[in-house]
């Protein structure tokens, strides 16, 4: 939270006098500086100072760089700092992610040390361990991969450390420790209640565990409650710090509260209604997420379905080699009768015969799986997949494309990556990427903005998801190949797609 919270005050505007744009104009007319701005927020929220240390400093500071242009009115060169910031930015997401994948364990013996409170009992040491990691992490970044990994064992065993000293030494001295330090961050006159909450949390740790030392885990129960109280503290006072070194009037506190139920919004469906009481607002993002967790409910459904589909087609298959195995042992007892060169022939058939079915369930059973996982990574929401023959197609109708417009915004990344892990399934088939629109406009203009469309995705998965530009092309199709009438709204929203068409042979 306090990473947030500093990003957060990086983005102020400080009026200084004459006409300079306020935070609020730069993110509303600057698309790009506000894109890197998120971009950076959302790279910061994952640990990206942790996992790419040196590529994010640059994203932040050509950040900072791009802000003071556009404060300064210079929109040429806060757009190519911009521009500059999310090629890096783009870079940062890729190398957190080898990061991750290298360093999974370590990062997960971190995490379980902070949750013993290591990072709050023995600050320095913890600081430590985390510069280390930034070292390794700083390798991976110059593509000394196999020197990061040298690190790991020290790294792991510096962690495991702090959480065993943490774990030996208790919750009440973590929960002593996160009181301490948001009074010394003067939480006790920012955030007075909470703080005060956290005090009194501290104090029946001590009383539970006085009145009956066995009774470690209430202790423990309030020890949590107390470092979590003590965190929110510290968290609500660096926000009314930010708020108040800015100078925020109250309209401008509330404006930048709802910019945060913008921004939890962006991936559902309902548009926040602002313009009438705050409840609808909470209930209007409310239902989004209830919406959200039934798709999530509804995609555990279909795993689970397609996993007793799966263990349904392997007993099919036990049960077809079964068959032949037995109408095999029935023909051997026939080779007594024969000679030896009539059995040794026979034999060479039924083993071929064999190795054949075997072969072909094993490559059905392969082309299935590998088809089922790309039926797996889309939401209903997002896209349907189907199977044409050998051939696989996504038809995509996901992409928020701008209203007759061709540029792939940052809400179309997670859907684009998921495109880019089907085509690695299948690393030697061609991909036929075709853009569909509805009725409405020229036949001409349509053409064109479907295959400009097309073209956009294609140049995303050849360019930021490294697939082989030999592999792919674009094809516009205009309005010739509706899926739905186009005289209904839902009709044209269909109709409006792009088709992913995989072909494996």
């Not at 469906?269 to 009438?276: Q, R, T, V």
């Not at 459904?301 to 032949?324: C, R």
């Amino acid at each position: 939270m306090k990473k947030l919270f500093v990003f957060v005050a990086l983005l102020v505007c400080v009026g200084c006098g004459g006409a300079q744009l306020t935070r609020g104009d730069i993110l509303k007319h600057y698309d790009q500086v506000n894109q890197l701005s998120i971009e950076v927020a959302d790279a910061e929220g994952k640990d990206g100072a942790l996992l790419a240390p040196e590529g994010f400093a640059q994203a932040k500071e050509l950040l900072d760089e791009a802000m003071d242009h556009a404060m300064d009115g210079e929109k040429d060169d806060a757009n190519e700092k911009a521009q500059e910031g999310l090629k890096v930015i783009a870079k940062v997401r890729d190398h957190m992610k080898v990061a991750r994948e290298e360093f999974e364990e370590t990062l997960q013996t971190r995490e379980r040390a902070i949750l013993e409170g290591a990072e709050g009992l023995y600050v320095d040491e913890f600081a430590k361990a985390d510069s280390e990691l930034r070292d390794a992490t700083s390798l991976i970044e110059e593509n000394k991969v196999n020197k990061a990994r040298e690190m790991r064992v020290e790294l792991q065993e510096m962690y495991a450390a702090l959480e065993l000293r943490a774990l030996k030494e208790g919750k009440k001295a973590a929960a002593e420790a996160a009181v301490k330090h948001a009074e010394e961050l003067d939480a006790d006159e920012w955030a007075p209640k909470t703080f005060h909450k956290a005090k009194e949390e501290l104090k029946l740790v001590t009383s539970v565990l006085e009145a009956d030392r066995t009774q470690k885990e209430k202790a423990d129960a309030h020890a949590n409650q107390t470092i979590w109280l003590a965190g929110r503290a510290i968290a609500i006072t660096e926000l009314a710090k930010m708020f108040d070194d800015g100078d925020y009037e109250l309209e401008d506190i509330l404006l930048w509260h709802q910019e945060q139920l913008e921004k939890v919004n962006q991936s559902l469906d309902a548009e926040l209604p602002f313009d009438e009481s705050d409840a609808k607002a909470v209930q209007a993002l409310q239902n989004g997420i209830t919406g959200l967790l039934k798709s999530i409910a509804d995609m555990r459904a279909m795993i689970k379905q397609k996993e007793q589909e799966k263990e349904d087609l392997q007993k099919a298959h036990e049960k077809e080699l079964a068959a032949v195995l037995e109408k095999h042992s029935e023909q051997l007892a026939k080779l007594h009768s024969m000679s030896e060169s009539e059995i040794s022939k026979i034999q060479r058939e039924a083993a071929e015969r064999l190795a054949d079915a075997a072969a072909a369930l094993d490559a059905e059973s392969a082309k299935k799986k590998k088809y089922e996982y790309v039926g797996s990574l889309f939401m209903p929401s997002e896209a349907e997949v189907s199977r044409q023959d050998e051939n696989i197609l996504i038809s995509v109708h996901g992409f928020d494309f701008p209203r007759r417009g061709t540029g792939i915004g940052s809400e179309n990344f997670g859907l684009l990556d998921k495109i880019v892990s089907a085509l690695n399934k299948f690393p030697d088939a061609q991909v036929e990427i075709s853009g569909h629109t509805d009725s409405r406009g020229g036949k001409d203009r349509n053409f064109r903005l479907s295959l400009e469309r097309a073209e956009a995705v294609v140049k995303f998965l050849t360019t930021i998801g490294g697939i082989e530009a030999s592999r792919v092309r674009a094809k516009g199709m205009g309005a010739d190949k509706p899926i739905a009438p186009n005289n209904t709204r839902e009709g044209r929203e269909k109709n409006r797609r792009i088709e992913v068409l995989i072909i494996v042979k």
